[in-house]
């Protein structure tokens, strides 16, 4: 309890931010202490603390923050504490219910989390990976406290990235891993638990990680130079790949902050202003470092927020007029803010919302074929958006249902990155038709030049495809080199998706650019050779041949000679002259047969036997290492689909 | 007359060497069981006397090692006679031993080593308290090997006396082992000799032997 406190005073508690803070406690000042303890806990000195101080003044602080009415942040406080120390439990004596309660919330919390950690590694194990990945997403999403720390977070991260590619969905396990690969570069997969497509497609990963990060570094450092044309590309470069999603939204808004500038440098303004748009989507309290960037980028910043947020405030008082049935101020409202000048300005979702907002203005006020317009380019825009019935009156949602019904528009879809090896993986292509119609899906070169067909046909609603990459002659559409056998990059392709009116003209294409970075697989490493202590000498040394010497003629010695030295004066036979003369006649023999420096055939044989299976080892691994080069990794990175009207 | 209470004088130094002896490079276990046949010459000779009987003792002898410890049993039994037609006499030659073998071609023995013989005043038996040392070496490869022990008596009784002069005796041969088969046979020549001082008779048996049996090392 607050009354509970030992008196505190004196010179020190003048001094120290921790004793100033619970001499504030104990007078019911819980601002005062507030301030003071976190002060306190975020100074240096902070670090000097014992785990039992830092408890204690942390506690402290939860529950100040408890009696200033910030139980959320009171329960921040408490996950802090509780990450470092899982077991510590507050005195009830001296703090009350409601500060304990604090505490005891948090710990549940946390135990749910670790539960839902260790039920999804069981799921993982007994194979059921779609309950694993929900499981452990599930467990990170709701780590609040930050209990995953370090190799922990690694473990279930890899977990999840490994019971997507078990899944198939290669996407989401691309995800995965390049969080891991942020994570824990280093991260070792246990070859027992994980398959080797998981490793392979973990190696791809971490180098396209690398790889980006090296780009946007050499960016920077292009920028540094002052080479504002290379620094553009390799930054735009970065930020286009897959791999740029490995950054959170602070480096990404600070790396397109150096594209912005560097644009602006080459006296591209409107380039650097697009590019400060998309920051404003991206990071909308982002602060440019006034210290590292021109004093014009923050103000171009400055513009294009003004500017999105006028936009958006155009969308925003068109939607209010429309709702004060003043469908004619809001038309002009609407129309304003779908200008080609302002429709940049806004996000897609904010786009289509004042598309449907128009054509229902437009509908409302009687002017239904000028609707149903707008119903239709809200359609080819976003084929799959429906206009909530709940917010339009019916004659609007007829006329945009029948709009739709008239547009024959594809929404394609395809993961930003994929990762497979080509012939053994696919890339899903999602298409979704805004109105029954048929269409065709194709593969094609960059230039134009057909690879592959998916589809011919009718699309009543959606239908995913998937190309192998494979051509239409079954053929891999790149295998890492060209037909003289010298290793090349891969070539661009697209996606393209043709829609067809009923009377079978061509009305739009959506174009899909795929861009393909391959990756050799890892090569296995050739066996070490056999070591020395495997092979059996191969000639006789002397050791044998002499010791078979001295034994014979010492011992044929002995029994001849000693037996007469010990029975003097008896009549000894001559047996122990034949006995002794064999056993030397055999140490001679012995000598012989052992002679130092003789082959030793069987030996030979059986070092021979050792390097011939060590041979075929190499052998098979090289053909192994053949077989890998020849199927390289590949990772498609697709872009932005572009929509083009055919015959207009 | 020298008292088995000496044993110990003799024995600890030999007991010493054994225990402090390293292991060799040998199997946990080995064990040999075999038959033995032996052509034997025995003369006795007093001041007065030399005479020489031969014949042929036969029986079996038993061995097993543990890690360096050794134990081992050999019962013989035969007989010899003067000349031919004479009445033959019985020879009977036992022994037991325990001993230590530290390293593959080295080995101690010591044990008691009983001896029922014909002499000049009438049957002997001997009980001689010997230590023995015995060494290997290889003439090819472990298969065949040759050997000589060497022993001498440090005490011991006999019946006829009760006084025992002394005893030594040399035994060498060769050693087929066949391990797989877990054969073995040895042949080799052997004397020993013994004497007692009242009266004065020295006996001395010279022997040709084969034996065969199983076992390993």
Known sequence: MVGALAPLGGARAQEDPFQRGLQAYADLDFDAAVRYLRDGLAAESADLLTPAERARFMTYLAAAEVFRGNRDLAVAVARRLMVRQPDYRPDEL???????????????????????????FRAFADLDFA???????TALASDSAGQFVGAERARVVAHIGAAEVYRGSGDSAVAALRQLAVLAPDYRFDALTFPPQVTELFAAVRRQTVA??????????????????????LLRRALASGGAEQVGPQERARLLTY????????GRQDSALATLRRLTFLAPDYRIDELVFPPDVTALLATARRQADAAADLVRRGRVASGNRDYGNAVSLLRQALSPAVAEQLQPEQLAE???????????????????????????????????????????????RSARTQVFAVRVALPRAAAFRLGQGELPVSLQASAPHEVTAEVLHRDGRPVRTLYVGMLADSLVLRWDGRDSSGFLVWDGRDPTGVVTAPTGYQVVVTSRSVAGQVVRRVHVPLELDAYPQDTLPHPATPHDSLYLPTR????????????GVIGGAAIALLPSAMAQGSELSTARFAVGGAISVAGIVGLVARFPGRSLRGNIRSNEAIREEWRTRVAAIEQENATRASEPYVMIHAGEPVVREVGR | MRSLRRLPAYGAPLVAVV????????????????LVGMSVRLERETPEVRQALDGFVFGGEGRIRLWKSELGVRYLRGSATQAAGDPSEQVVDAAFFVGSRPTDWLSFRAGPHLRRYPSVTGTARTVLWEGRIRLEGRLLGQTFRSYVEAW???????????????????????????????VLARAGYRVDRSSVPNPSEVSTLEALFIAVGIGRR
């Open chain 1, 94 to 120: 001296t703090f009350p219910p409601q500060v304990t309660e604090v505490f005891t919330a948090v710990r549940l919390e946390m135990d749910a989390v670790q539960d839902l950690a260790s039920r999804g």
């Open chain 2, 152 to 182: 001498r008596a440090f005490s011991g009784s006999a019946t006829l006396t009760s006084v025992l002069g002394s005893g030594q005796g040399i035994e060498g041969g060769m050693v087929l082992e066949i391990p797989r088969a877990h």
């Open chain 1, 354 to 400: 004042a598309l449907a907002y128009l054509g229902a203005a437009e509908t409302l006020r009687g002017a239904r074929n000028s609707g149903a317009a707008v119903f239709r380019a809200l359609a080819i825009r976003e084929p799959r958006y429906r206009v909530d019935d709940q917010a339009f009156p019916p004659q609007v949602t007829q006329v945009a």
């Open chain 1, 212 to 233: 980006v990060d090296q780009m946007a570094r050499r960016g920077v450092e292009a920028y540094g130079e002052l080479d504002f044309e290379v620094a553009t590309w």
């Open chain 1, 540 to 551: 006789l040394e002397r050791g044998p041949g002499l010791e078979a010497l001295v034994t």
């Open chain 1, 131 to 137: 309950a694993a990945t929900q499981l452990l997403r």
């Open chain 1, 259 to 266: 594209v912005a500038a560097a644009e602006f440098y080459r």
């Open chain 2, 19 to 34: 225990v402090a002896t390293p292991v060799g490079a040998q199997t946990p276990l080995g064990w040999s069981v075999g």
